[in-house]
């Protein structure tokens, strides 16, 4: 990811898609650096902060692990809970992904 500015730990920058945000940040310096979000802080939603393409679901008790990629072919994970109201993404599917706060944290390369 390319961030514009750090300052008091935090940094800003714009994720492929163009939505921007404010994250924590271990690193000083702009750039390009790694951003780690949660699987667990990502929801599917219509009102998306990214959009990924499925690449495949993985069934894992409780929960499910939907493994997919960016616009610009970076990976992402999400895990949802595997529960009887969850209707699980095909994969090829085209889903929109929303951020929960302090989702994010940039990383020192």
């Known amino acids: 990811m390319d961030v ?3 300052s008091e730990g935090r940094a800003t920058l714009t994720l492929p898609g163009g939505h921007r945000i404010t994250c924590p940040s271990a690193s000083s ?4 650096h790694h951003l780690s979000i949660r699987p667990e802080r ?3 939603s219509p009102e998306a902060d ?4 499925v690449d495949r679901v993985v069934y894992l008790g409780t929960d499910l692990q939907v493994i997919a990629h960016l616009e610009g072919g970076q990976p992402i994970t ?9 209707t699980p993404p095909d994969p090829g599917q085209r889903i929109g992904l929303h951020l929960e706060e302090g989702a994010a944290r940039l ?3």
């Open 29 to 32: 310096t702009t750039g390009k």
């Open 50 to 53: 990214l959009t990924a393409t």
């Open 42 to 44: 990502l929801t599917i």
């Open 4 to 6: 514009e500015s750090v």
């Open 107 to 109: 990383l020192v390369d």
């Open 78 to 86: 999400l895990r949802l809970q595997n529960a009887a109201r969850t």
